[in-house]
């Protein structure tokens, strides 16, 4: 064998390496791409359920705020991928969801799938000490590993950060709201892990309505040092209630 033959041999193997790498490096861009799109479209659907389960300056949800929060959470998600509102579409959205939970003052609410009754909210579930309970990570890593034994007939175990480690300590500070997902993409499969997290809080109050009716923003004296008796995230949410702009401090 000639030397030429070695190089034209040694062509064909690198080229085959080069086309190899080329494909998984592709491959790899597009998981990164999807996965992309798909988180920014679940932050979408979070933060559409904060602005309908908190009103006013409450950090209550009220059992029409965890309604329209399910509706507009798969709505959201509908619309995004598929352009559609319909309610046959948007539920059928609900299978790509372990749970949805929506922290509030006095605990929280589950939105899951319980066996024999379909996708329900669960009743409100108390802090302890003022605390998420340690009962929430277990069986939320629960939930999570049920959904992927439903899907991939594996018993993979999944387990959550608990609060005061990184991204939960900043992701669930109530109120707020905190959703799973397993993407509706073919791209994922077991090995990848598809599942998204996304968390979103209620805006921090900025704006205090005193006893006069009028509204402030946070460095004015007289919030300071009037009664205050309402808090709201934004100025509108204050006018929507009637509050007066106060003219010294929002000019």
Aim: proline content about 2%.
């Amino acid at each position: 064998m000639k030397l030429y033959h070695f190089a034209l041999f040694f062509v064909v193997i690198a080229s085959g390496f080069f086309v190899t790498a080329q494909t998984m490096l592709i491959s790899k861009m597009q998981k990164e791409s999807v996965r992309k799109m798909e988180y920014d479209c679940l932050v979408a659907a979070v933060n559409a359920v904060v602005e309908v389960a908190f009103s006013g300056a409450e950090s209550t949800v009220s059992e029409a705020g965890l309604a329209q929060a399910e509706e507009v959470f798969f709505q959201t998600l509908s619309v995004l991928h598929e352009g559609a509102t319909d309610k046959a579409t948007w539920e059928a959205w609900k299978s790509y969801i372990p749970c949805l939970i929506i922290f509030e003052g006095r605990g929280y609410y589950v939105y899951r799938f319980v066996t024999g009754k379909g996708y329900q909210w669960s009743e409100l579930q108390t802090y302890e000490n003022g605390q998420i309970p340690e009962h929430f990570f277990t069986e939320t890593e629960e939930l999570v590993q049920q959904y992927h034994c439903l899907q991939y007939r594996s018993d993979k175990t999944y387990r959550m950060e608990k609060a005061g480690k990184g991204i939960w300590e900043q992701s669930i500070i109530p109120p707020c709201v905190l959703a799973i997902y397993a993407p509706k993409m073919s791209l994922f499969t077991e090995e990848d892990d598809g599942f998204l997290y996304a968390a979103s809080g209620r805006v921090r109050e900025a704006y205090f309505v005193t006893e006069d009716n009028y509204c402030h923003l946070a460095f004015c004296e007289k919030s300071k040092t009037d009664k205050i008796v309402a808090r709201y995230a934004t100025q509108r949410e204050s006018a929507e209630d009637g509050a007066v702009p106060c003219e010294d401090c929002m000019k």
